[in-house]
């Protein structure tokens, strides 16, 4: 992450260290509220987001302005959906389920 090309573009900006933490918050966000790289305008204050933090980021590309909110570019090129996390919750309970079943006997 700190060599990708648009994360250095946005350290050359003024304030774009204050945006590239905030970049960093986005991503945690979305990741504990599953919701797939896309977060709403009203979850700025939760990642410590200015209106100017929002617009370098777009700006630089790390972000892309959706209605309502923006979305995490290339979010999904990177992390897995909210429905193959489930899957995989699911296979891993029914493996954990299978061994205790295993260990009663």
Known sequence: MPRNHKILALLETRGG???????VCSLSYCGEQGL???????????????????????????????PGGWMVNGWTDYQPTDQQNKLRSEKARKAAAARWEKAKT
Request: no cysteine; charged share 25%; aromatic share 16%.
């Open 17 to 23: 260290k204050e945006s590239a933490f905030v970049y």
């Open 36 to 66: 797939e790289g896309f977060f709403p305008k009203t979850a700025l204050p939760f990642i410590h987001a200015k209106p100017v933090d929002a617009k370098r980021l777009t700006d630089v590309g790390l972000w892309i302005e959706q």
